[in-house]
Every structure is written in C-alpha cells, then in structure tokens.
C-alpha cells in the first residue's frame, strides 16, 4: 500500500521559508515522477512543482518559478519543496503526489497522480 507523509507546513510571515518534504512508503517511488499540488479555499487544487524520478527534470508553476525548489533523495525515498519569499498568496494546504510511471524521467502533465498524500496547512501572513 503507497503512503505519502508531508511535514513541514505551518504558519509563517511574508517573506518567509518553509521546506516541506513528502516521505513515500510502500512501492519503489523512489523510482517514480513525483510532485505538489496545492488548495487554496475556495479554489481548485492546482499544480506547484513536480520532478522526474531521477531528479533530472523538473517543472514549476509560473506563480512559484524562481521562488519554489524541488529536491529528492532517492536513499531516503522523499522529495522536498522549499518555498522562498512565501507570499499570503501561496497560502493552502499542500499535497504530495506521485505518477505510477516506473522510471518516468518526466512529469506527464496531462494525466492525474495515482497516490496523494493528505496535506499539510501552509499559511503566509502578510
């Protein structure tokens, strides 16, 4: 059974850095395209950032590029997302997410994830 465990949300000020991480348990997703999705109230969940399964590759939104990383250590089966510059915009609850594509170098934009974590709160005051 695939479990993804994110940590790392919590209440900061504008401005701020927050690192997320998302650890993965029950398959070799160590070997899989993994990524965050984020939503915010009211509004759909959307795309953040995601990485190929060797970390080569990786792709931001608009609204995070130049402020978001994406990291992965395939040893400890985890991917990280430190948030730089946090804006009250970026506030939501956030969610790990993975694409069954063994060996998948990339993210497949077009087609759902098929493991979600549950979420960690992210709120930026301004």
């Known amino acids: 059974q695939v479990q993804l465990v994110e940590t790392g949300g919590g209440l900061v000020q504008a401005g701020d850095s927050l690192r997320l991480s998302c650890a993965a348990s029950g398959r070799t997703l160590n070997r899989y395209p993994m990524g965050w999705f984020r939503q915010a109230p009211g509004k759909e969940r959307e795309f953040v950032a995601a990485?190929?399964?060797?970390?080569?590759?990786?792709y931001y939104a608009d609204s995070v590029k130049g402020r978001f990383t994406l990291s992965r250590d395939n040893t400890k089966i985890t991917v990280y997302l430190q948030m730089d510059s946090l804006k009250p915009e970026d506030t939501a609850v956030y969610y790990c997410?993975?694409?069954?594509?063994?060996?998948?170098?990339?993210?497949?934009?077009?087609?759902?994830?098929?493991?979600w974590g549950q979420g960690t709160q992210v709120t930026v005051s301004s």
């Open positions: 997410a993975a694409q069954d594509r063994l060996f998948g170098s990339t993210w497949s934009a077009g087609s759902k994830p098929d493991y």
């Open positions: 990485i190929g399964w060797n970390g080569r590759n990786t």
